[in-house]
T-cell receptor, first 113, second 115 residues
Framework: SAVISQKPSRDICQRGTSLTIQCQVD?????MFWYRQQPGQSLTLIAT?????????ESGFVIDKFPISRPNLTFSTLTVSNMSPEDSSIYLC??????????FGQGTRLTVV | AQSVTQLGSHVSVSEGALVLLRCNYS??????LFWYVQYPNQGLQLLLK??????LVKGINGFEAEFKKSETSFHLTKPSAHMSDAAEYFC?????????????FGSGTQLTVLP
């Protein structure tokens, strides 16, 4: 199984600022995924981060708001830009491995004030 | 297209009592089904998964779930609740595999275990 470390685990940010969330995996993986979990709601896939190519965004999510980097096969970042209180959520990094289920990081609990 | 409905956003049981968390799914193709648990300040951990083998699936920590195609259900049960079971539980459906790209999650059920 993959071990995923996310930083920061939580943060309180001022509106209008940006926060970059880091996701580190202990093994090389082809695809990494970023999810958002809004208060009282389900997990929603934001984008798929592939090494060496642009991230693929789901409907309703755009690169200008959620830029993603994937510099190598074990690391990715998600930036939440120009934050508003509506961005207050838990952001989760996930990976999957061939023949296995999805593994998730501990999540980043973001509060925008 | 696929979707998941978890009935009851909050469930409370007494320690030692039966735990029953309900999940109904919708899928246009035979589904793979999963239950994940999220303990406070932690990520999601897989409890169990159904991938078209036995309809009764046993997972970790004494949990099990039964796939009922006729009822499009995949309810999670545990015979005797323990205080350490208090957490949020998510049911998820996938059309092909357990890849995170194809998972659709339910809204979650918060389980409280009363002493």
């Amino acid at each position: 199984s993959a071990v995923i470390s996310q930083k920061p685990s939580r943060d309180i940010c001022q509106r209008g600022t940006s926060l970059t969330i880091q996701c580190q995996v202990d093994s090389q993986v082809t695809m990494m995924f970023w999810y958002r979990q809004q208060p009282g709601q389900s997990l929603t896939l934001i984008a798929t981060a592939n090494q060496g190519s642009e991230a693929t965004y789901e409907s309703g999510f755009v690169i200008d708001k959620f830029p993603i980097s994937r510099p190598n096969l074990t690391f990715s970042t998600l930036t939440v830009s120009n934050m508003s209180p509506e961005d207050s959520s838990i952001y989760l990094c996930s990976v999957d491995q061939p023949g296995a289920e999805a593994f998730f990081g501990q999540g980043t609990r973001l509060t925008v004030v | 297209a696929q979707s998941v409905t978890q009935l009851g956003s909050h469930v409370s049981v007494s320690e030692g009592a039966l735990v029953l968390l309900r999940c109904n799914y919708s899928s246009s193709v035979p589904p793979y089904l999963f239950w994940y648990v999220q303990y406070p300040n932690q990520g999601l951990q897989l409890l169990l998964k159904y991938t078209s083998a036995a309809t009764l699936v046993k997972g970790i920590n004494g949990f099990e779930a039964e796939f009922k195609k006729s009822e499009t259900s995949f309810h999670l049960t545990k015979p005797s609740a323990h205080m350490s079971d208090a957490a949020e539980y998510f049911c998820a459906v996938s059309a092909r595999s357990g890849s995170a790209r194809q998972l659709t999650f339910g809204s979650g059920t918060q389980l409280t275990v009363l002493p």
